[in-house]
């Protein structure tokens, strides 16, 4: 039977950490209402001891959402109890505590040791559950950390009650295969493993992080840490549209998601406007390009079959349509296209000798619209819009 994936969103905490893009409450609502009908399964509202801003976005994403809601602490009482204020309205709560688990973050950021990082690991986790809800534990910086001291902490933080446990690589560094083997060797020496739902969260710094978590999800973890568009600290995180879409495009692998695909674009676009934070056109499935051809070969190909060049349907996410841009890289098939779009049915000579007009106005502009187009069909002798 297919393995379903939780979908845990931390646009609004993780992403909204991007320089710039802080969001209001009112904003934060309007993209959580949008993130629960997207389907996502858990959203991360914030760090409520960080601000009275994120404290109160927490309280209003608890009441306006039914879905999940995560608060973030550092594994520090006065973090758990603020954050347990913070859900008081929440249906499903959820508490992420954590703490680092790398030498590097043991000695340099915590200038500590790992039996007492352990400790208090061990501790936030049963003082966040005494709390009465559900408790995700952290391993910062899992990906660089030693894995059979990893395995220890994920063993003891399961013993004291985590119901997820998140092996997050915090700081992008690890390779698919390796992150990979990360996760199985858990799965593989973790004696409790299976009491807890593991969890991946992966930052892009070698723009490895959707291969990552891809690789974290076929090696048994069962929740995928993500944001839309990709955004967060630095190079950001996981993109969500992108794991979506890989499970749904990859049905062996025998995975699913609650996510519905069509909405995708609409969200991706709400939160590109909001946070004022523009998409990369070549984004993969939400990016302007991503349903765009230009060169010639490519656009015969795809007026012949679209699935020549496209393995998603563009409507699956909520993409209107494909579209086939003039460019002086384009080819005849692409500009007979799109002029029968406008309504005129040019003979091959028409076709040969409005070609050669089109090529010397697409040297002269990136893109030849469709004024442009008409111009040169009524510059063309003999051809008339039917
Ligand atoms: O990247 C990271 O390690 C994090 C944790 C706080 C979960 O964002
Ligand atoms: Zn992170």
Redesign the pocket.
Known sequence: MSRKIEIFDTTLR?GEQVPGCQLSTEEKVVIARELELLGVDVIEAGFPISSPGDFLSVVELSKAVSIGVCA?TRSKKEDIDVAAEALHHAKRGRI?T?IGSSDIHIKTKFNSSREKVLEQGVWAVSYAKAKGYEVEF?A??AGRADLAFLAQMVEAVIAAGADVV?I?D?TGYCLPHLYGKRIQYLFEHVKNIHKATISV?C?NDLGMATANTMAGLIAGAGQAEVTINGIGERAGNTSLEEIAMIIRTHKDLDLHTNIVSERLYGVSNLVSDLMRMPVQPNKAIVGANAFAHSSGIHQDGFLKNSENYEIINPSDVGVPTSSIVLTARSGRAALKHRLELLGYQPSKPELDQLYEAFLTVADEKKNVNDDDLMTLAANTPLLVQK
């Open positions: 993780d973030l992420h954590g952290f910062e910086d998140n997050p915090t969260h930052h």
